[in-house]
């Protein structure tokens, strides 16, 4: 079956950096997503990767590594916006191809 | 740009009542998505519709059955509601099933079952 992995809660202050990890176990992988969600709001896309690597999109980034079933979403420069919940999504071919969702990593940045 | 739209936002049913939670999305894509959030957790697959004529169970799917009215439309029906239904579901779409496809995500109906 599918399973992923976050911490719950991470907390940093403003202008820091912080990485949220995600582990997964897939019965068969095809990339990684990443999703914000906002409080009472929609989850927006963030990234997407299928390859080792670090992929960069502005203050965000997002690294797999395949052979470690791992992957992380690096947050630079947070403002207060980015207090949100952060969710990582695996393909899983197992799953009809479809994404699963990990439980969510609630970042709270502080003044 | 409207995007996925969902209606209604906020229903409250009692218990053994139907309804259908309607999404429609005006992006022309080929794939629509039902999902569940309970609090404090992800997203759960309820059904999905890879391209227009085409439905498929996902992770939780009874209790549940969907229609793909058009390529624009996706609409969740409740038969009989239960208590453990009480969610907010979230419709989403994208360009195709598979590949680097963002899902692009309605804002949600919140659903109460008393």
């Known amino acids: 079956g599918q399973s992923l992995e976050q911490p719950s809660e991470v907390t940093a202050v403003e202008g820091a950096i912080v990485q949220i990890n995600c582990t997964y176990q897939t019965s068969g992988f095809y990339g990684l997503s990443w999703y914000q969600q906002h409080d009472g709001g929609a989850p927006t896309f963030l990234s997407y990767n299928a390859l080792d690597g670090l992929e960069e999109t502005g203050r965000f980034s997002s690294f797999l590594s395949r052979s470690d079933s791992y992957g992380y979403l690096l947050l630079q420069e947070l403002q207060m916006k980015d207090s949100a919940s952060y969710f990582c999504?695996?393909?899983?071919?197992?799953?009809?191809?479809?994404?699963?969702f990990g439980p969510g990593t609630r970042l709270s940045v502080l003044p | 740009n409207a995007g996925v739209t969902q209606t209604p936002k906020f229903q409250v049913l009692k218990t053994g009542q139907s309804m259908t939670l309607q999404c429609a999305q005006d992006m022309n894509h080929n794939s629509m998505y039902w999902y569940r959030q309970d609090p404090g957790m992800g997203l759960r697959l309820i059904y999905y519709?890879?391209?227009?004529?085409?439905?498929d169970k996902g992770e939780v799917p009874n209790g549940y059955n969907v229609s793909r009215l058009n390529k624009r439309e996706f609409s969740l029906r409740l038969e009989s509601a239960a208590p453990s239904q009480t969610s907010v579901y979230f419709c989403a779409s994208s360009e195709a099933f598979l590949g680097n496809q963002p899902q692009h995500f309605g804002d949600g109906t919140r659903l109460s079952i008393l």
């Open positions: 999504a695996v393909r899983d071919r197992g799953y009809g191809q479809n994404f699963v």
């Open positions: 519709s890879a391209s227009e004529g085409t439905t």
